[in-house]
C-alpha cells in the first residue's frame, strides 16, 4: 500500500488562527516571488533551534518559499569551545585562548567549503556556532544573524571577539527587547514559536499517554512533577531536584526529570550523570529523545516546572502551556514573557519558591485547571509558528525593498 506524506501546511492552521489570517500571510508569501532561503544551524535534533527550525522550514516551503536548512559538521573540540561560548553570552567567564578561537574559526571555514551559498536570496544563520561562515562568501544577498541566547549580561571579551563577525551582517534577530546590544546593524526581534502540530504538541488520547508511562516505568499513582528540558546546568535540574524534596514533604507527588543530550552540547552528559546519584523510586532520571513522551508527560502531569536561570526564551514552557499545563518557571528570559504570574502558570526565583508553589498546585485542582485553560490561550493568541513565519515574510519584504532600491537585486 502507497504511504501518503504528509506535513502541516498553512491551511491547517486555519480553525486556530482564523482565515483572515491565512489569507494575509498567503498574500506575503506570494508577493516574494521565486526567493531561496537557506537555514544554518548547529544541529538536527536536541533543544530549541532544532524545535524552530523543523517545522518552520517546512512551513515556509509550504507556502512557495524555497528554504534549506544546513547543518554545520564539527568534531567535538570544537562543539567543546562553542559550547563555551554559549556560557560566556549567557554571562559565564571563559579562558578565550588563541587554540580556541582557531578551532573555532577553522572548522568553520571547513564548512563554508562544503556549502554552497551563492545562489541565495536569504541566508539566516542561527547562534554562535556557524556565525563567523559569513567572511567566507561574498555576499549578493542579505545574511542574518539570528541569536537565540539570553543576551542580558554577554561576556565582554568574547562579545568583542564576535563582533568582528557580527557586524558584516545586514540584520540580528534576538527573541527580546532586553537582549539589545550597541550594534552598528538593525536588530530586530521574534519571539520563537512551536508547531501545534507536531509529535511532541498534538492531542493524545488517554491511551496514549498511558501507554508511553508504562513504558519507561513511570508510576501515576501520585501527582506528577516534570521538568523536561536538555541536561544543562542552565536549566537547573539540581535545584528542581531540591525543590521537589522540600515539596513532598507537605504533598506526596513523583518527580520525572526528562532530557536529552544535543549534538552540539558535550556538556549534557556530564550534568546528566552528576544528577544520577540522586534517582530513587520517587525521583525517576530519563535521558531519551522520545518526544511522544514528552507530550504525554506534558498532559499528565500535575505540575510542570522550568525552573531556568538563564534562558533565551524556553520553548518547553510554550509546549507544556499549548497542553494547558499548570507551568512553574524560573522569572528569566522569554519565561517571563510567557507565564504572567499568578494568572497563566507561575514566577519563581528560588528553589523555597519553587517548592511552595508545586504544593499550592497539586494541593488545588481548580486552580490547575484555570491556569491551564489561560496558558493555553497565550500559546495560541501568541506563540503558534504561523506568527513566526509572518514575521519572517516580513523581514525578507523589507530586505526585498531596500535592495531594489540599492539597485542590488540583480546581482
Not at 54 to 63: A, F
Not at 112 to 127: K, P
Not at 214 to 228: A, F, S, W
Not at 392 to 409: A, P, V
Request: proline share 4%; hydrophobic share 40%.
Amino acid at each position: 500500500m502507497q504511504h501518503r506524506y504528509k506535513i502541516a501546511t498553512l491551511d491547517d492552521y486555519r480553525p486556530l488562527i482564523g482565515a483572515s489570517a491565512v489569507e494575509r500571510i498567503n498574500e506575503k508569501a506570494a508577493a516574494l516571488g521565486d526567493i531561496h532561503v537557506a537555514h544554518i544551524s548547529s544541529t538536527y535534533y536536541g533543544g530549541g533551534v532544532a524545535e524552530i527550525l523543523s517545522p518552520l522550514t517546512l512551513l515556509m516551503n509550504s507556502v512557495g518559499v524555497k528554504t534549506g536548512w544546513r547543518i554545520i559538521q564539527g568534531a567535538p573540540d570544537f562543539f567543546s569551545v562553542t559550547k563555551k561560548m554559549h556560557n560566556a553570552l549567557q554571562g559565564e567567564d571563559i579562558n578565550l585562548s588563541r587554540r580556541k578561537c582557531r578551532i573555532y574559526e577553522d572548522i568553520i571555514y571547513e564548512n563554508s567549503i562544503r556549502n554552497h551559498l551563492h545562489d541565495h536570496d536569504f541566508v539566516i544563520v542561527h547562534d554562535p556556532q556557524p556565525l563567523p561562515m559569513v567572511q567566507h562568501y561574498q555576499k549578493n544577498c542579505p545574511w542574518v544573524w539570528r541569536c537565540h541566547l539570553d543576551l542580558t549580561s554577554p561576556n565582554a571579551e568574547l562579545w568583542k571577539y564576535l563582533l568582528r563577525f557580527i557586524e558584516m551582517y545586514d540584520a540580528v534577530i534576538l527573541s527580546l527587547e532586553e537582549y539589545r546590544q550597541a550594534l552598528p546593524v538593525p536588530q530586530l526581534f521574534f519571539k520563537p514559536c512551536i508547531d501545534p502540530f507536531s509529535i511532541k504538541n498534538r492531542d493524545m488520547s488517554e491511551s496514549e499517554i498511558r501507554e508511553r508511562l508504562d513504558y519507561y516505568r513511570i508510576p501515576v499513582d501520585l501527582p506528577i512533577v516534570t521538568q523536561i528540558s536538555r541536561f544543562d546546568r542552565w536549566k537547573d535540574p539540581a535545584g528542581v531536584i531540591r525543590a521537589f524534596r522540600m515539596a513532598r514533604k507537605e504533598a506526596d507527588c513523583t518527580l520525572v526529570l526528562l532530557g536529552n543530550v544535543a549534538t552540539d552540547d558535550p556538556e549534557g552528559e556530564e550534568v546528566y550523570r552528576s544528577l544520577l546519584s540522586e534517582g530513587e523510586e520517587r525521583i525517576i532520571l530519563i535521558s531519551r529523545q522520545d518526544t511522544a513522551l514528552v507530550n504525554a508527560l506534558q498532559r499528565h502531569a500535575a505540575v510542570v516546572v522550568q525552573k531556568s536561570l538563564r534562558e533565551g526564551f524556553g520553548l518547553t514552557v510554550t509546549e507544556a502551556m499549548w497542553k494547558g499545563a499548570a507551568v512553574v518557571g524560573g522569572n528569566a528570559g522569554g519565561i517571563s514573557y510567557q507565564i504572567e504570574d499568578g494568572v497563566n502558570g507561575f514566577l519563581v526565583s528560588s528553589v523555597e519558591e519553587t517548592a511552595d508553589r508545586i504544593v499550592r498546585l497539586i494541593r488545588d485542582e481548580n486552580l490547575r485547571r484555570e491556569m491551564g485553560k489561560a496558558a493555553r490561550e497565550q500559546v495560541k493568541e501568541n506563540f503558534l509558528m504561523t506568527r513566526l513565519l509572518e514575521d519572517y515574510l516580513d523581514l525578507f519584504h523589507s530586505f526585498e525593498t531596500i535592495y531594489r532600491l540599492k539597485g542590488l537585486g540583480e546581482q
